[in-house]
């Protein structure tokens, strides 16, 4: 029996774990949900036990596919770290993942934060769609990420509420009372797509899906066009030709967490969730300096 827990098997059972699911783990590992459940078996053929059991359509981690989970957690940060420190750009270098969702406000800061007191640490950001980021900091390609939701895992920390706001163009006019109000919105699924159509229905206000884009850019053209209106999170910072609108109902606000890679210093992920809460309870204005960016498409 090979009882050897090799690297490779080891991420993508965890994987399976972080994408929620062995396809969504070959595709964020590049590889045939074949080959995923081929580590999966190996694994169990080192361990001895099985560590993945069907339920329904479904799978869910056994007791010890749940004690292996942790260890492989540990056993891939101490490898990754290792490789790491032979690697100097590498050990420079943080990348910061997040949504395109105010970006422009809260990325300067995260770079100027890690700059001054620990000038050897390079900044690297990566937007993109939610989805995307998670599953790239599944695979260890992003060491901190910035993501809409609740703070519901262990690696993940609450730091503040981005407030939304409504935008439409100058001069835009709503439509009768009783026609469906249009709405501008990121492709589904989209945090702030959700809160606006909830928003909308609770306060029995017909809504209608007037144009859809991948891109902030794309949303925010479509409104200057007269499309329709857009729930957005601009930190107070009013978009060019766009104006805020008063007189539709406030959105709850979401909340924002930042997830922390294994083996990322504690010293530099408690920097960045300071910053982010100090921007969010009372959030500056500002244009974003020249820094190294990497813009996913679809974003």
Same mark, same amino acid.
């Given at each position: ?42 694994? $169990? ?20 596919? $749940? ?134 229905a609770h306060h029995s ?6 144009? $859809? ?25 009013? &978009?060019?030709g766009l104006v805020p ?20 210093? &504690? ?33």
């Amino acid at each position: 029996m090979n009882r050897t827990l090799d690297i490779a098997p080891l991420r993508s059972f965890v994987a399976v774990a972080d994408a929620g699911g062995f396809q969504r783990a070959a595709d964020a590992l590049h590889l045939s949900q074949g080959a995923v459940s081929q580590h999966v078996r190996r694994l $169990e053929s080192a361990i001895g036990r099985p560590l993945v059991e069907r339920r329904g359509r479904g799978s869910r981690f056994t007791a010890d596919g $749940e004690k292996l989970l942790g260890l492989a957690r540990n056993l891939l940060a101490l490898h990754d770290e290792g490789l790491r420190s032979f690697d100097h750009e590498a050990r420079g270098t943080i990348v910061i993942g997040s949504t395109e969702h105010a970006a422009a406000q809260l990325l300067p800061h995260l770079a100027t934060a890690l700059d001054a007191p620990a000038p050897r640490y390079g900044v690297k950001f990566r937007i993109d769609r939610g989805t995307k980021l998670r599953e790239s900091f599944a695979t260890g390609r992003i060491d901190l990420a910035l993501l809409i939701g609740p703070a519901d895992d262990p690696r993940a920390t609450a730091v503040g509420d981005l407030m939304l706001t409504w935008y439409s163009a100058p001069g835009w006019t709503a439509p009768r009372r009783g026609e469906p109000l249009p709405v501008v919105a990121f492709d589904d699924p989209c945090a702030l797509r959700d809160r606006a159509l909830v928003t909308l229905a609770h306060h029995s206000i017909p809504a209608a899906i007037a144009a $859809e884009a991948n891109q902030l850019a794309g949303v925010q053209a479509a409104v200057s066009a007269g499309a329709g209106v857009a729930l957005l999170a601009t930190l107070g910072q009013t &978009p060019v030709g766009l104006v805020p609108r008063d007189d539709l109902p406030r959105p709850s606000p979401l909340p924002l967490a930042l997830w922390t890679r294994q083996g990322v210093a &504690p010293t530099v992920a408690g920097r960045v969730s300071d910053t982010l809460r100090a921007l969010l309870s009372a959030p500056v204005l500002t244009k974003v300096p020249a820094h190294d960016f990497a813009l996913a498409k679809g974003a």
